[in-house]
Structures are given as structure tokens and as C-alpha cells.
């Protein structure tokens, strides 16, 4: 059965986190899988893909606790700015009467108040004849997909699984014949990930806000079709059987990302695997680097030392040319889309009993990419907590005693307070099964 979040996932400032509400393993140092389930799928299968033809269903479907999605064809006339409409004309309605509507906050969280406060709804409505209002100021020969970019958008985690990830979803069988009309537009967030809409659409955008004319399709799309976990694709339900190594290859093919595959040790002479070791500058911090790197290149790694770097273009360039990124949790490890498959990803997991959203936003998703996913969750000694809080405290004693608190309290202690010093004996051994994993993959 699929977890549900618990009642204390709130979003403050842009970024969700939330209590676990499973078994939790309090003193797990590490997580190995070797052996990620994700559907490894080569360009032309993709491209197979993308020509099925799913029989339509219902009009809209509001059946996923995440997002809202309505499809339909016939005389489609949109209207933005302060009207908000699409109409939908066409015989077949005649037996269906000309009430019927639906209205949608078109992004794909619906299910989070404080993510669609700013996102204004749509209606969708049938109709069987229009007035001198909805007569068409410009016509278009391919399908509109119409979907809001605002909500948490800014939160480079919520910019992949609230938008990126379900915008593939929806579009990429389109093969990039689909105009979009997008409600709440940032032009900074726009031009940060380009790339994607260039790939995904021949068209210029339409700025769904501010364009008062009526625009006429034969085809439309009203929300943005999305799985009902974070930053993943259930590819049992998906109409054209995507799944998230589709989407990371559709990424590297958007950036022109060279490398498919991380290097195997020993394969080439003097040709050692790198290992990105992702710092933080604010809050969960690594607070001995140097101690790190020794250790790792002692392992038999060149290492790199970053911080996510918002030229997406640049820093997934860098990504791509390692062969393992190890991290902290939080949202620069969203960067992994970039890696190669068959990479080694080992998210750190701060001291707290955050199994439930190391699962959910990375471990997940890091099975689904086809890559080889390794999880470390630091133990009391490592934890600079105990700067603040005695070991008779419930920080340490009982941490989900605290996660019952709300949201203000778990966030201000687990997630603001803490910062991470490795244990860099305690963690060598993660580096080296991680090298054992690059030496043995088998690619396929």
C-alpha cells in the first residue's frame, strides 16, 4: 500500500518536508541497492513510445490525490486573462447538455493549499453552440496544453516533480507538435529551464496571464498528468508506458549530456571514477570536507567538491562527468536526473528519523532513474545536535516526539539546526561498495 504524507507535511518557504509514518530503523547506517527496478529504455524504444495511441477516457479525471488532468477534442476555444475558460465544442456533447464543466488549479499538487495559493483555477466547460465573445482570434493546427508553473516552483526539488517530470509526461508523445499556454509564467524560471520547453515544444509560449485574445485548437490538454508519489512515474498507469529513466534520458539528449554510463575501474589504465560530493553552505552542511576528500581519493576516487550551481546548463555538465554523487538530504539532489545510469547517488540522511522523506524524494526516484542508490544515516556522534540538545533530550531519546509537533518544530531541529560531521571511518565502507558496485555493473 502506498504511503500516504502525514499531517504535518506543511511547506514552508518554497520546500516540503514530512514526518515518516513507517518503521524506522533509528541507528541505520547504510542502504545498498544494487539492482534499481527502473526500465532501461534505448531512443528508438522511447520514440515506440511516444506513437502509442491510448483510447481517451472521461473528459477530466480528478481521481489523483496530486493532480487534476482534463483531455478533450472538438471545437476548443481558450480565453486567458481575467476569463480563465476553455470551451469545448462538439456534436458528440449534444446528449451531454451544455452545463457541464470543471474547474482546476492546473499544477500538479492539488493536494497541498499552501502550494496552489497562487495558482488561479480554469474552467473547462461543454458547450454546443458560441457566441460573438468566444469567436477565434487565431487558430492553431496543433493540440493546446494549458498548466501553471507557479505553487512551489523556485524549489529546485519541486521544479522537477511538480512541473519538469509531469510536463514529460504529458508531452512528450506530442513529439514537439503542442502549444503551450502557461498560467502564473516567471521569466527568470522560464529561461532557467529552457532547454526543456525547446525540446518538449516547436512553439512559442503563450503567456496564459496576459494574452486576451481566443485561441482556437482542436485538441486540449488542461493540467499536467503526474504520479501520485514525488518525482516519479508509475508506469503501470502511464498511458505511453514512461517511466523515470525515459525522463533522464530525455534530459541528457536536452543538455547534451555525453555520458551514459560511469566509468568501470580497471577497464582503462590511470582512469579512476569521480565522486561529486555535493556541499551545502547553509543548513545541513558537511563540516569536515577535507576529511572527506582524503578519505575518498585514499578509496581510489578523483574527487570534485561543489555546491549545486543554478546555471542548470553548466552544473549538468559536471554531474554528468562523475560516476557517483554523495550528498546530504535536501533539494541538490534533485541534481541526480543529470547522472549517468548505473551511477552510484548516496544520499546522506540527517539524525532525526527521516526514513520516510530520504524515501520518498530520493531513494524512490533514484530506483525508478536506474541507478544504483546507497543511503547513509548518520548516527548521534555525528550530529552537531548535540551542540544544542543533552543525549537525555528527546532530539536524541525520542525524535518522533518531536515530529508530532508540527511542522515549525521538526523543521527548526532536524532540518535548520543541524549540520553533519562524518564519521569518515564509519562511512569508507559506503565508498568502497560504491566502487565495488562501478567494477561490477553489468550495463544492459
Partial sequence: MEKETSPICKLKDGQCETDQDGKVEKNSSMVVDQDPKAVTTTSEELDEKRDVKPERKSICDLSNTKSDICEADGDVRIIGKDTRMVYVGNSEFSNRGTDESWTIKPYARKWDKGSGANVREVTLKLVNSYGEDERCDVNHDVPALVFAIGGWTG?????FADVLVPLFETAYHFDGEVQFLIANIQPLWIKKYYKYFEKLSRYEIIDYDND???????????G????????????????????????TKFTRSAYSLRRAHPVRPGEQTGKKPRILILTRKVTRKFMN???????AKKVGYNVVVTEADANITKFSQVVNSCDVMMGVHGAGLTNIVFLPTYSVVIQVVPWGNLDWIAGNYYRDPSKQMKL???EYSINEEETTLSEFYPRDHAVFKDPMSLHHQGWDTFSRIFLVQQNVKLDVRRFRPVLEQAFRILREQQYG
Avoid: W
Fill in 289 to 295: 570536507v577535507k576529511e572527506i576528500v582524503r578519505m
Fill in 224 to 247: 499536467l498528468r503526474c504520479d501520485q508519489g514525488d518525482f516519479t512515474i508509475n508506469t503501470s498507469k502511464h498511458p505511453y508506458g514512461y517511466t523515470m529513466a525515459d525522463f
Fill in 212 to 222: 486576451d485574445g481566443v485561441h482556437c485548437f482542436k485538441q486540449v490538454t488542461l
Fill in 155 to 159: 524549489n529546485f526539488f519541486h521544479d
Fill in 372 to 374: 544504483n542508490y546507497m
